[in-house]
């Protein structure tokens, strides 16, 4: 399945090359999702991708200003968002 994914994006990443579009894999991060069940079946870690760069797996990953976590819980993101609240309070209070 990864070697499947991996030719999946280098397949993206040569007609992006027709495009004005980039695809840039230094920044690309990779996240496996799935209930708590199958990500304990996938390992500790996963499978890392190998675009021509090693793209590790994490835990969470930013996408449009949300945090997605793997187990697409919400945990970190509303944690994020309390800290900056907090942060923004109490700078406004000063």
């Known amino acids: 399945m990864v070697h499947r994914l991996e030719g999946c994006i ?5 007609w992006m ?10 920044k690309s991060e990779l996240i ?6 199958n990500l304990n079946l996938l390992g500790s870690s996963g499978s890392s991708l190998q675009l021509g760069v090693e793209i590790e797996t994490s835990d969470h ?4 200003g949300m945090t997605i976590a793997a187990d697409l819980g919400l945990d970190m993101h509303l944690a994020n968002i309390c800290k ?3 942060f923004y309070s109490s700078s406004r209070e000063k």
């Not at 280098?10 to 040569?14: C, L, M, N, R, V």
């Not at 496996?32 to 069940?37: E, I, L, P, T």
């Open 32 to 37: 496996w999702s799935g209930s708590r069940y």
């Open 84 to 86: 900056k609240f907090l």
């Open 17 to 26: 090359l027709a495009t004005p579009l980039k695809l840039n894999a230094v």
């Open 10 to 14: 280098s397949d993206i990443g040569h």
């Open 61 to 64: 990953v930013r996408l449009l």
